[in-house]
Structure formats: structure tokens, C-alpha cells
């Protein structure tokens, strides 16, 4: 794991009311200019705190919790990417942004995806870095279906097994990811399963031919997803792949200082002027 960074007290937790209900979100930094983020399904934004501090020596760091995840009121209806962007964008709209980058990991990749085709008005995004981007073919949706009914068990076994499986992928995480991992997943735990729902639904392909801006596909090499990560990143317009080698997902707790260097050299460049 890459050292301690300074303590957490400039981290502010807040609430933004939109139409849709309220939106959670952690905040650290000043300034119009922001990077967004948005954590894998089940987790919420407290899965960023040891990135956000770095981050915000440079600029605005905003980490949302999904709807539904987290602290953040559920969506109306059935869930989908395209209402979760939605509603986080109600929110940003509120937050006296001028430009923003997106960044997101699996499910958070996914809304970073939508809110990167600068479909919707408002601030504009400037870039994106994306970790696990759900691009599935027939196979790898039916796999993903047979997860989630799996998973829909209520028992104890779907939560032993669930951290086993974290346990095993998330190469070199430590303790304290699991345990903020399991205690995300057991604040919403009826629910957690409408992210996976969402992204199995999900045109990632249609949205991708949308997106203009450039893109930072980063991963681990022993991610889940890095294989996707590979085939995903040519169907960008302009993307960039990294994956850095002997880890798993998860890298912005666990290779924090790494993850966040390579984030901040991409993105602090698409922004319109110095910060």
C-alpha cells in the first residue's frame, strides 16, 4: 500500500436538494474547477477518502454517492446510468462549477461515461478517467444476470461470499477497505444489487461513441476488468490506457499516491487555465 497521506479533517460532507431528492457528497478544495467522483456498486464516497486530500492540493474534489448508495435518496423507478447521471447532475448544476472532470471506477465508470457524451447543460466536462468500464458482450451480461441473482440471496452466505470474492480481487487492499467495502454494502443491503442492474442495462457502447473529450483508462493489471479495460479503451476517440502492474482494483485506496499522480497529471492539463 502507498504511504499515509495527511489527516482527513478538510473533507466536508454535504447534501445538495434536487427535484429527484437529495444527493450525498464528500468535498475537499476550493474553486470552479472540479474533478467528480463516482464509486463501484455497493460502495459510496467514503471509498475515496484517502484519494481526496491529494487531490485537493491542486483543485475542487467532489465524491458523490450514487443514488441509492451511500447517503444519497434512491431513484424513483427502475434503476438506470442514465437516471443516476441525471440526478447527480441536477446537483452539479448547484455547485457554481465552470468545468469539471470525471472520474469513476466500475458502475462509478459507467456514470462517468454518460456525464462525459456533455449531453446535458451545465458545467463542462473537460475529461474523464475511467477504472473498469463496463463493456459487455451476450456473454459477459449473462454472467453479470447470473451474478446478481445469485447474489440476491439475503443470508449470511451471500455476505461471506461477497467478501471473499472482494478479498480475492481487490489485490493488496487492506482491512480497512473491506470493512468500509461490507459496512457500505450492509447500509443499503436490499438494494445494493440496483447499480449491477443498471450497468447490465447500460448502451456503454452507444455512449462511448458519444464521448469527445479525452479519456484515461486506469486500472490494475489484476483488476476483474482489465481485460475489458483493454478491449474498451480504442472505442474511445481519444483515450490513453495504464495499468499499472501487480494490482488489483481499488487503486484509489490502495495505490493512492500512484492513482492519484496519474490522475492528476491527465487531468489538471484539460482544464481551460491554471488552477
Excluded at 88 to 101: F, H, K, M
Excluded at 126 to 153: H, M, N, Q, T, Y
Excluded at 248 to 275: C, I, M, N, P
Aim: avoid cysteine; charged fraction near 20%; hydrophobic fraction near 45%.
Amino acid at each position: 500500500m502507498d504511504s499515509a497521506l495527511p489527516d482527513l479533517e478538510d473533507i466536508r460532507p454535504a447534501y445538495v436538494g434536487t427535484p429527484r431528492g437529495r444527493l450525498h457528497y464528500l468535498e475537499a478544495g476550493m474553486g470552479t474547477k472540479a474533478i467528480l467522483l463516482f464509486h463501484e456498486t455497493p460502495l459510496s464516497s467514503k471509498s475515496f477518502v484517502r484519494l481526496m486530500p491529494l487531490l485537493a492540493v491542486h483543485l475542487r474534489v467532489i465524491a458523490f454517492d450514487t443514488p441509492g448508495y451511500g447517503g444519497s435518496a434512491s431513484l424513483s423507478g427502475d434503476p438506470s446510468i442514465e437516471g443516476y447521471a441525471d440526478f447527480i447532475w441536477d446537483a452539479v448544476r448547484q455547485l457554481g462549477l465552470t468545468e469539471v472532470a470525471v472520474a469513476g471506477i466500475h458502475t462509478g465508470a459507467a456514470i462517468a461515461v454518460e456525464l462525459a457524451s456533455n449531453s446535458r447543460p451545465g458545467p463542462w466536462v473537460v475529461a474523464a478517467v475511467l477504472s473498469g468500464v463496463p463493456v459487455f458482450e451476450a456473454a459477459g451480461r449473462a454472467k453479470l444476470a447470473s451474478f446478481i441473482e445469485r447474489d440476491s440471496d439475503p443470508g449470511e452466505a451471500a455476505v461471506v461470499q461477497t467478501w471473499q470474492d472482494r478479498a480475492r480481487r481487490w489485490v493488496r487492499a487492506s482491512p480497512e477497505l473491506l470493512i468500509q467495502a461490507l459496512a457500505d454494502e450492509l447500509a443499503v443491503f436490499a438494494r445494493r444489487n440496483e447499480g449491477f442492474k443498471a450497468v447490465r442495462d447500460y448502451d456503454t457502447r452507444g455512449a462511448i461513441a458519444r464521448v469527445a473529450v479525452p479519456v484515461l483508462v486506469l486500472n490494475g493489471e489484476q483488476d476483474s476488468m482489465a481485460q475489458i479495460d483493454i478491449a474498451a479503451a480504442p472505442l474511445f476517440a481519444d483515450a490513453k490506457l495504464v495499468l499499472l502492474p501487480e494490482w488489483g482494483g481499488q487503486l484509489q485506496w490502495s495505490a493512492v499516491e500512484t492513482y492519484g499522480s496519474h490522475v492528476l497529471d491527465f487531468v489538471q492539463a484539460k482544464f481551460s487555465q491554471e488552477f
